[in-house]
């Protein structure tokens, strides 16, 4: 059984801002600023993301100018030391770059994303090379809804509003995002247009049909 009828390669924006490890402080912040973007990939060679950069990472710039008294004392990690004074990409880059493959699951990248408190994920091949971006935006506000929640929505708009007369003997169960329908209704022709009414609301990653009707009478 498939997990999600969706991959990351059908949301992902695959025009990306990007920077090459020798881009300087000013043009990176331009980039961001041009574009809206909170981080961007840094590429090189024909396109291998080496690493990402984010606002996070240039906020240690500007930790510098502020408070340049105590400043060591103030950034215990080295790296973050670095960063303040640090002018080009390679330097100020996160690396490794955390990164997804455009055949993952929107669950799957939606997880990573919470996990490593990222916004944002450079899409990759299997040789590194980038071929777009997916954020946060695309992914959380859908597939992270809680099971409770889908099993309410899925009760009120398909099986209620489906089923008017046998509703109370619909069962609605939901596991990770998938929705399991069982029970007994009177029209057997229903059952496929709630199973995909049911695909069709936002944040179900699967479907269990198991709905039973009455055979014919001949």
Not at 48 to 62: M, T
Request: charged residues 25%.
């Amino acid at each position: 059984m498939t997990n999600s009828r969706y991959t990351v390669a059908d949301v992902m924006t695959t025009t990306v801002v990007t920077v090459t490890p020798d881009a300087g402080f000013k043009e990176i912040v331009a980039a961001m600023e041009r574009w809206r973007v909170t981080a961007v990939p840094v590429i090189e060679g024909e396109g291998k993301v080496v690493g990402v950069i984010s606002q996070a990472d240039l906020l240690f710039k500007e930790e510098f100018h502020q408070h340049q008294t105590g400043m060591i004392e103030q950034m215990r990690r080295l790296g973050d030391t670095a960063k303040a004074g640090s002018t080009h990409a390679r330097d100020l880059m996160t690396f490794p770059a955390i990164t997804v493959h455009a055949d993952a699951t929107l669950p799957q990248a939606a997880r990573l994303m919470a996990g490593r408190r990222v916004k944002r994920l450079p899409v990759v091949d299997d040789s590194g090379v980038l071929k777009g971006v997916v954020s946060r935006a695309d992914l959380l506000k859908i597939f992270l809804r809680s099971d409770d929640e889908l099993a309410s929505e899925v009760r009120r708009e398909v099986v209620d509003r489906l089923f008017p007369v046998s509703h109370r003997n619909v069962r609605v169960d939901v596991a990770d995002g998938v929705v399991t329908l069982s029970g007994a209704v009177r029209d057997s022709s229903l059952i496929p247009v709630a199973e995909r009414l049911t695909h069709s609301v936002e944040g179900v990653v699967d479907v269990n049909c198991a709905l039973t009707a009455p055979t014919s009478e001949n």
